[in-house]
């Protein structure tokens, strides 16, 4: 950080604390509950208080006006804003003190609406001397604000997507186009993902690799896309806009100059099953995934291959190539490059229905997947698009379709998988199409046609005859010496049982996460939700961002996905991305933790807490640091450190200790004090205001931007104060803006409890509480059942209490 | 008679977990052979119209509890539970099938739910002895500790 030192000097010159006070009415909505001049004159009285003001709007153009003239008039160095909550209007006053010429990080709120007039309606008095220690502890927080720098870092104009399904294509292409350098990353030996395997698309039934392939073809010529098939993303570090990423590139033992001929395949005597095919049809060892494939070269699956011992046993496809493209002497390598943002676009498994034994998937030939059927019916499939059935490799004249197979099940995936039923209301009337003979069975639980068009092609499936059943069959019965096949069911509508017998049965498989998801999860700090998929920033309104700065998420690996929606967030991704790169810079909250290299031991232990592997370091080291462009501040590392080394910017232990030792000033064993993190529990707090609902006015909240960062100091300082009662207040766990930082929360409350349990101290009098930012009622019930318990204590108990605690403490201190 | 209790013996939100799909009586042996209702329908019963309805009916005694139902329920429905609560709650509204008390009284009065005679005779034939006699005085104790005078006379 560049710290320009001319200002440290100017603030510290004047050290005399210059303080304005000003008290907001917001028109009746503080003026009608609180009684704002006396709240400014108390305010005239506080130390460092060089002047006090009310007014009506103080967010105003003129409210404003006045703050920024007494800046200049009266030198103020340091300005409290008693109104609002700070999550409003912070920015609206930080950027006039900064008009005026004072650092904006010397401005400090006061909540008197939110969390006083609103929810104290009919107590004046209360609400007014609540509303003068809000003010109070506002100043002695001003007080010891320092003035703060934001840091930018660069944003290197590179990005790397990972996984070249049409979701990675997309966002790829975006962001080429857009001017960037892309490294397309890719598994396997050509890009195209899934969408490259399926026949058509619903709900307009367009033939899918007729609009995919000239977008792969594209990606393959772009200038600025460097395409690495056969390739894994093996190790990423680094912060965002500036990632360095190594890819394992697995060897293609094919050159360039391959042009795809195909004389090698017939010189190949290595026969594999073919996963493109889904197994249905066989490959060679050296082969191309399939017709469209990009890069249009071969490549040999030296696991396969008899050469995969190192020596040359087999040259037939050497022999075989006219132009002499194979390469036995190729070897995997890693490449290493920078980044400044990701793109996640991992793609989704298919479920493999063979544990639900009822179905005989893999025991009767003729049950097969979607997927298979898929291929199978597609024109470049093993049966160039004939439609047969495994066991006898006629043409099935009755075929069912079984809905819900590995989706919404206890047994296999919970989730809906999203295109299960559209999908086979487009492979129905696809059958339909060319074999209007046959007969089509869909038997449903739920049929989902929720996105545009869908609901229309279900109508044109039922119109064209196709039967839908609902019920689920339980059992399917193989008749060994034809191959048909016996469904067993009920038809729920009817109320009665049904035996169909079927020549083919399609299941209708749910889609999953990746099984090597939890690499790149633990590569990039990523946070999945219960049923395993990447976990957005936020559900509605950062749906493609990550908690990970830099990193976007786009197609399924983030949730089940038609391909429009893969395609509509690999865009949004693209675009997301396309901004940080577009700037070339990020800019960093003043917001960050600091490690005293002299008191850091090295011991490592805030780094273990990190919930962004922001701070690094070592025992060799003899120190750690803290990553700058890679904290987030949410301050857990804090409270983790035995030997005082880490603080928090803008958030630092002295900052909060002055906060609450104004609390403890007056009559403490009255009070509740209150800390709420930033993002949830402050919020509910907040909406418990904007909803009016009342509670009572001896709470006392401070702001933390996460409960990780409340130090078990603080609650020990509080109780020996003799605070009545003390809440900790953070989001739901898993909900947490800093990646499950709030997990430390819920440890090291734990080991308080156990801690005055030793103590002899009530351990009742601290609470834990989960508030989300809707949960304003939530939040107002928790401080009524606090208040009611705390009425319940005698004030004595509670000095007594405090006095046990000092006694602990000291013996504790003396004894280390 | 005493009251229903089913909920306090079956949770009763595990039932809302269900969707109909009718995997279960797809799988229903009894079903098949018999007009059973099928789990499906309980669970819907119970639902819809209470249980009321549900235990009062006499084809609540035709499910074999096969458990098959259970195994292949999605949603992990304790289904076998569901049933048991519901039987021994129609068992005390006195809805229980006249073979079945039969088979409670032999019980009570012999010790075995089956009569043995002929099995006596069989063994003879074949040179083994006959069976020793059952613990009727036990068996009755058992039967009167869980409760089956509430339901049977005996």
């Known amino acids: 950080m560049k710290e320009p030192e001319s200002l440290t000097e100017k603030t510290s010159e004047h050290n005399d604390l210059r303080i304005g006070v000003y008290v907001c009415h917001c028109g009746k909505n503080i003026g009608g509950t609180v009684r704002c001049e006396e709240v400014a004159q108390f305010a005239t009285a506080l130390p460092g208080v060089m002047l006090a003001k009310d007014s009506l709007y103080t967010c105003s153009e003129p409210g404003q006006e006045q703050i920024k003239s007494d800046i200049r008039e009266h030198r103020l160095n340091r300005v409290v804003v008693a109104s609002c909550t700070p999550r409003l209007h912070e920015p609206t006053f930080r950027a006039a003190c900064q008009s005026a010429g004072l650092n904006p990080y010397l401005l400090e709120m006061a909540n008197i609406r939110e969390h006083c007039s609103w929810v104290h309606l009919h107590e004046k008095d209360a609400a007014t001397e609540k509303a003068k220690e809000l003010v109070a502890m506002a100043v002695s927080r001003v007080a010891r604000l320092m003035p703060q720098f934001e840091v930018t870092v660069p944003v290197a104009r590179k990005s790397l997507v990972i996984g070249g399904g049409i979701a990675g294509i997309q966002a790829a292409l975006d962001m080429a186009d857009a001017g960037y350098k892309v490294y397309l990353v890719e598994k396997a030996g050509s890009i195209g993902g899934r969408m490259a395997q399926i026949d058509k698309t619903f709900p307009t039934m367009d033939c899918s690799i007729c609009i995919l392939a000239p977008k792969m073809s594209e990606v393959g010529r772009h200038p600025n896309i460097e395409l690495l098939t056969l390739s894994q993303v093996q190790e990423i570090s680094g912060h965002i806009g500036n990632f360095r990423v190594k890819v394992f590139k697995r060897a293609r033992y094919v050159t360039d100059e391959c042009t795809a001929c195909g004389e090698c395949i017939d010189a190949c005597p290595q026969l594999v099953p073919d996963e493109f095919e889904a197994g249905l049809s066989i490959r060679r060892a050296i082969h191309i995934p399939f017709a469209q494939a990009v890069p249009s070269k071969y490549h040999i699956d030296m696991h396969h291959c008899l050469n995969n011992q190192g020596i040359v046993a087999c040259d037939r496809c050497f022999q075989a190539c006219q132009k002499k493209c194979i390469n036995f002497a190729d070897r995997d390598q890693v490449l290493e490059f920078e980044v400044g943002t990701i793109v996640v676009a991992t793609g989704v498994d298919v479920y493999d229905p063979t544990p639900l034994t009822e179905l005989g998937y893999g025991k009767f030939p003729n049950v097969i997947t979607t997927l298979e059927f898929e291929r199978l019916i597609n024109a470049g499939g093993p049966s160039g698009g004939e439609l047969i059935r495994p066991s006898d490799r006629k043409r099935p004249r009755k075929v069912a379709f079984l809905q819900c197979i590995g989706s919404r099940s206890k047994r296999a995936s919970p989730y809906c998988s999203n295109v299960c039923c559209m999908n086979t209301i487009k492979d129905a009337l696809l059958i339909r199409e060319h074999w209007p003979e046959t007969e089509i069975y869909v038997f449903y639980i739920d049929i989902r046609a929720f996105g545009k068009g869908f609901e229309d092609l279900f109508q044109r499936a039922r119109r064209e005859g196709v039967n839908f059943i609902r019920g689920v069959p339980g059992e399917i019965i193989e008749d060994i010496n034809t191959g048909d096949l016996r469904l067993l069911g009920e038809n729920t509508l009817l109320g009665s049982h049904y035996r169909y017998t079927m020549d083919m049965v399609v299941l209708s498989v749910g889609i999953q996460p990746r099984k090597d998801s939890a690499s790149l999860q633990r590569m990039l700090n990523l946070a999945t939700d219960t049923d395993g998929f990447y976990m957005e920033a936020h559900p509605k309104l950062r749906p493609v961002d990550t908690t990970s700065g830099g990193v976007f998420l786009a197609g399924a690996a983030e949730g089940p996905k038609d391909i429009k929606d893969s395609v509509t967030q690999a865009s949004a991704a693209a675009s997301r991305a396309n901004i940080l790169m577009s700037k070339g810079e990020v800019t960093i909250p003043a917001i960050t933790a600091r490690i005293d290299r002299d008191k850091c031991t090295g011991c490592g232990l805030c780094a273990r807490v990190c919930p962004y592997h922001a701070i690094e370091g070592g025992k060799e080291l003899g120190y750690y640091r803290v990553v700058e462009a890679a904290c987030q501040g949410c301050g857990v590392c804090v409270p983790e450190c035995r030997f005082g080394a880490i603080d928090q910017t803008h958030f630092t232990d002295d900052q909060i200790v002055s906060q609450i030792d104004r609390v403890l000033a007056n009559n403490p064993h009255d009070k509740i004090l209150c800390f709420a993190c930033n993002w949830c529990s402050y919020a509910g707090a907040d909406f418990a205001g904007v909803s009016r609902m009342q509670y009572p006015p001896n709470v006392r909240i401070i702001r933390t931007m996460c409960s990780g960062r409340v130090s078990p100091a603080w609650i020990d300082r509080a109780f020996a104060g003799g605070i009545g009662a003390v809440l900790v207040s953070g989001c739901h766990p898993s909900d947490c803006h800093y990646n499950n930082a709030n997990r430390e929360t819920a440890r090291r409350i734990e080991r308080f409890w156990k801690r005055m349990e030793r103590a002899g101290i009530n351990k009742d009098r601290l609470r834990l509480a989960w508030v989300s930012a809707a949960e304003g009622a939530q939040f107002a019930k928790v401080i009524s059942e606090m208040h009611e318990a705390l009425a319940r204590t005698p004030a004595d108990k509670v000095h007594k209490e405090a006095d046990k605690l000092r006694e602990f403490l000291s013996k504790k201190s003396s004894s280390q | ?154």
Request: glycine share 4%.
């Open chain 2, 1 to 154: 008679m005493t009251t229903l209790r089913i909920w306090k013996h079956f949770p009763r939100e595990d039932l809302y977990e269900c969707y109909q799909c009718a995997r279960c009586t797809g799988s229903c042996p009894a079903m098949e052979v018999a007009p059973a209702i099928g789990p499906r329908e309980t669970i819907l019963k119970c639902l819809n119209l209470g249980h009321q309805d549900v235990v009062e009916d006499e084809r609540l005694w035709l499910c074999c509890t096969c458990n098959v139902c259970e195994d292949r329920c999605p949603q992990k429905i304790p289904i076998s539970d569901l049933l048991v609560a519901l039987r021994n709650s129609a068992a005390r509204r006195g809805n229980i099938p006249a073979r079945l008390v039969l088979a409670v009284e032999l019980l009570a009065k012999t010790g075995r739910s089956m009569i043995v005679h002929q099995l006596d005779e069989m063994r003879a034939h074949h040179g083994l002895a006959p069976l020793p006699p059952a613990p009727i005085e036990e068996i009755r104790e058992l039967l009167s500790k869980t409760g089956f005078r509430e339901v049977i006379e005996f």
